[in-house]
Every structure is written in C-alpha cells, then in structure tokens.
C-alpha cells in the first residue's frame, strides 16, 4: 500500500518591519541578515538584502527598533536618518552602523564591529572581542576585555579635535594620486567610494581611449566598472569581520562570461564580440 509522508516545512524566514505608536520595529532572522535603513526623500525606506521591504513616510516614525536574532548580520542605518535607534545584533558575529540620531549599539555574544553615528551613542558589545569604531568622547561605552576602541576622536585640549571620522576633498585627492602612482600605465580610470557605496571621487587618466570620453554613455559605463570594484573593496573592508584576503577573492569570483564583462552600452552590432549591455 502507498504512503505519503509530510515532510517537515520548508519556508525560509523573512525579515519584517512594522510600525506601532511611531515606532519602527525591525526583526531578522537566524540567518544571515544584511538590513538597511535610509532615508529617501521624506521617506523612510528598509531593505532586506536587495529586497524594499517597507517605504513610509519618515515623520510618521519617532524611533527605530532593530534585532537581528542570531546569525551573522549586518544592520546599517544611514545617517540621513535622525530618528534614534536602537540596534541588537544577537548571537553571531555582527557589523552594527548607527544613523544621525542618537544610538544604541548592544552586539550580542560575538565578535562584533559596533560603528558609532553622528549624534550621541552607547555602546555595548556584550560578549566576545569587539571592535568598537567612531568613539566621540561623549559617548558611553561598556567595554568588554577583549575590546579594542578604533577612530576614537581624541579631543585636544590645547586645540580643536585632531581626529577626522571623515574623509576630507584633500583625503581623496591623495588616495587618487597613490593610486594612479601605483601604475606604471596613464589608462585607468580610479574610483574612491566610501563604505555605503557613495562615490567620493573619480580619476580618468590621460591615457584612457578618447572615443571613451568623448561619448558620455560609454565613460559613464566606464565609471559605473571603477565604482563597482571600489564598492567591493569597501564593503569587505571590515575589521571585525573573519575574512581574509583568499576569501573575499573566492567570494568576488563572477559567474559572468568575459563577453558580458567586456559589453559595452553603445556597441550597435549584434555580430560584434562585445555584447551589448542589457
């Protein structure tokens, strides 16, 4: 006689947002989260991954709420986002980023990279050996043993703050020129990103092919190419987080053809070997 057996439930968690009373409560997963809350407009809107999973109007939330459950997570807030938060990363091993308001960072039990914001923070890495960045002098912090406090801004008293959290003009004039001076070539086009993905500055060398820049949809696709390896670069440039060299190069290998990397917007053949963009 046949038999069917049910087999155990497959959905895969997701992450909610909702808001009650002005507060925007955020839940992850046990998995691994990546959440991302910025402003948008007059909008507040939340990604779960590359996922929008909420977009509402940002006066109609007073105060934000996240928990990441267990895994290990990334929850970024913006810092065009004022309205205070409150961020628990859980178990795992955590990157938190707070916003433009006041901040609460608790990590949870593993090592954690807790970034501070613009306004007042309190940090708690709560277990493990945390890596503690963008310390103001006025923040609180309860320090585990195995903590180490990074970018603090040491006040002077003699004189004004010598520590910048942040790039300056000058800053990224030099690390385009470091860059340029590290080739032996003048072809390249340089991009410096900072570590939510927005373009600081960009460098087109004298050698760079003049049909190139002289037509504004392919420089632009020239570009967007430099961006996106300075965004990788960026976004793996975490010191809390347990990856090595050899592994951010196994994670970045692409699956696509060195036809589609060599695509470029503005080839009209469809015969050509250079395929164009979709």
Do not use: H, W
């Not at 003048?186 to 500055?201: E, K, M, P």
């Amino acid at each position: 006689m046949l038999r069917c057996d049910e087999l155990e439930a497959r959905e895969v968690p997701a992450v909610t947002a909702s808001v009650a009373a002005g507060t925007l409560t955020i839940a992850g997963t046990p998995g691994n989260d990546r959440i991302r809350v910025y402003q948008d407009g007059g909008s507040l809107v939340v990604l779960s991954g590359t996922e929008q999973i909420l977009n509402m109007p940002s006066a109609a939330v007073s105060n934000i709420v996240i928990a990441g459950g267990d895994g290990n997570d990334s929850l970024i807030v913006a810092n065009n986002v004022t309205q205070p938060v409150q961020i628990d990363g859980g178990n795992g091993q955590n990157k938190l980023v707070a916003g433009g308001g006041n901040a609460v960072l608790v990590g949870g039990t593993g090592n954690d990279a807790l970034f501070g914001g613009l306004a007042n923070n309190s940090f708690d890495a709560d277990g493990g050996s945390n890596a503690l960045f963008k310390v103001q002098p006025t923040d609180v912090v309860f320090p585990n043993p195995g903590d180490r406090i990074l970018n603090e801004i040491q006040a002077d008293p003699t004189g004004p703050d010598q520590a910048s959290i942040q790039l300056t003009p000058a800053d990224v004039s030099a690390l385009l020129a470091r860059a340029a001076a590290a080739s032996a070539s003048d072809d390249a086009i340089i991009a410096v990103t900072d570590r939510d993905g927005r373009i600081l500055g960009v460098r087109v060398e004298s050698g760079v092919d003049p049909a190139i820049i002289a037509n504004a949809q392919s420089l632009t696709f020239a570009v967007d190419g430099a961006a996106a390896l300075a965004r990788t670069g960026g976004y793996f440039a975490n010191g809390g987080a347990p990856l090595t060299s050899r592994a951010v190069q196994f994670l970045s290998q692409s699956t696509i053809t060195q036809r589609e990397v060599d695509s470029s917007p503005d080839v009209g053949d469809p015969n050509s070997n250079r395929l164009r963009a979709g």
